[in-house]
């Protein structure tokens, strides 16, 4: 029987791939071991979005070919697989960058992955003698898992990722997603309901979290598109769409949360505004990266948006949303962002007063626009306006926390000690620490009885 270990980098996306690649692993006969030492092989599911991700992706591979190197004579070698967004995004050069790896796989070729290790196990060779490690990558990505793909799931017991879509058909400036993802593909929103309603009732889950690249756009794929003149128009003509995903959703018996992740400001709709505001099971908690507010940095990020059409909408969500939990995520140090522009996103995020705000330093990444464009920030102005923007923020949630002292909330208890609130997302967010005896697993009610910068403590 052959042994397999697990290394999974990136976003909860990412995650959602590994427990493809561990389902598949497991239902073909292998078993599964945390310890390098007893593997056969090791597949590291890579992140490729940022240059720190790619740090960490070689890093591990690093780490795993210096386990190689400590076998012994009478040891089988340790074959390394390297899956996911790096060998995606850069094709048969990613030999050239992970030269230790014996084979690598894109994001079409997860489902083949027992067929990869006992063939790389049955072959005593290692990588670079006489043949190249083979790379299995499709030029557009298509695959998207279903409700009948086995998974073993890598979250807590109590929560599952539950992902719509994959791939995204936007065109932001920084972002190299769309061409290692590929195209936006909805799944089908049946599939949907009996996987959440398995995680559900069969394995008592708590909290889904739907989660795609753009959520907003789920179903819009499959709208009619018509051509007039110069101008594509869409309808949806009643087809699918977060909406009634939600409604669907939201129809399942049970005591659980959904919380909704990565939505796009451009495809908010009063329609879901409304669904966020009537379906009890979707908790009040809007995840919306909206990058900047300058209208000269918008469209330059080309984000579709511009600053008062996001004033507008932040408006109606809090109006229409009751309780409403923002988070939102900016980027600072864009090509060509002027003082003034970063001084308008610093006066509107001590407007706004968001809950949750995640200040990301502009990472230059090849084969986008924006690695091309002239007035590149040098890197100490970049941190320099991070640690002006996180101070402010900081000050901003500590205000807020205060302001909850005495306050009664239901929040779900992930470990002893530890809970969140439903304007919480998992290890994104800030916890709530509870008495160590609450119920792990299960809501409780608690009143709050203190506070730190980003976080509750109640009883």
Known sequence: MLTVGIVSLGCPKNQSDSEVLIGRILESGMQL?????????????????????????????????????????????????????????????????????????????????????????????????????????????????????????????????????????????????????????????????????TLVQTHGVKEINLISQDTTYFGMDTWKKTRVGKTTKVSSEEGDSLATLLRALNRIRGDFWIRVFYTHPAHWSDELISVFAKCKKVVPYVDIPL???????????????????????IAKIRKGIPGVTIRSTFIVGFPGETKADFEELTEFLGEQKFDRVGVFQYSKEENTSAALMQNQIVPAEKVRRWNAAMVLLQKISRERMRSRVGEKIRVLV??????????DGFEVDGVVYVPKNLPVGEFSEVTVTGYKAYDLIAK
């Open 414 to 423: 992930d470990e002893p000690g530890i809970a969140r609130t439903a304007g």
């Open 33 to 197: 071991t945390a310890d390098p030492r007893e593997a056969d092989a090791v597949v590291i599911n890579t992140c490729s979005f940022i240059l720190d991700a790619r740090k960490e992706s070689l890093d591990a591979v690093k780490e795993m070919a210096r386990e190689a190197k400590r076998r012994r004579k009478n040891q089988k070698p340790l074959k390394i697989i390297v899956a996911g967004c790096m060998p995606q995004r850069y094709g048969e050069k990613v030999r050239e960058m992970i030269p230790q790896a014996d084979a690598f796989i894109g994001i079409d070729e997860l489902e083949k992955i027992d067929k990869l290790i006992g063939k790389l196990c049955g072959n005593a060779k290692s990588a670079g003698e006489n043949t190249p490690a083979p790379v299995s990558v499709t030029k557009r990505p298509s695959y998207i898992p279903d409700y009948a793909t086995p998974r073993a799931r890598l979250t807590l017991p109590h929560i599952a990722n539950v992902k719509i879509a994959e791939g995204c058909n936007h065109g932001c400036a920084f972002c190299a997603i769309p061409g290692i993802r590929g195209k936006h593909r909805s799944r089908a929103i049946d599939d949907i309901v009996a996987e959440v309603k």
């Open 291 to 313: 990058q900047h507010i300058s209208d000269a940095m918008l469209s330059a990020m080309n984000r579709e948006t511009d600053g008062k059409y996001i004033r507008d909408l």
